[in-house]
């Protein structure tokens, strides 16, 4: 639905704005086996970690679909620079601790 006022009405309130959900699928094994830091991980990062199929999904072999959460009040250039810093960070966090689990087997 369309207002003059307002714009584009959608029943989700996430589709609202510029709408745009950027996307990246992500193997992170290490950082799934750490039971809920990649949850709150993402909180801190403004990303939203989803199943391997999309949202309401399992995860499979720890690939996780991984999206910016916020979609409103920003440009498409902004949110999507916010999606590729949260990643690059997440992958460093990643490495760490493959790193630390070779170390350990050494």
Not at 21 to 47: T, Y
Request: charged share 20%; net charge negative.
């Amino acid at each position: 639905m369309v207002d003059p006022a307002l714009g584009y009405l959608a029943t989700c309130p996430s589709n609202v704005g510029t709408g745009m959900r950027a996307s990246v699928m992500l193997r992170l094994p290490h950082l799934s086996c750490q039971g809920e830091l990649l949850e709150r991980l993402a909180i801190v990062l403004q990303l939203q970690v989803r199943g391997s199929g999309g949202e309401h999904t399992l995860v499979t072999d720890s690939t996780y679909d991984i999206s910016n959460k916020q979609r409103l009040g920003k440009t498409e250039v902004a949110l999507v620079q916010e999606l590729v810093e949260g990643v690059i960070k997440l992958v460093e966090l990643e490495e760490m601790l493959e790193q630390q689990c070779e170390m350990v087997l050494l």
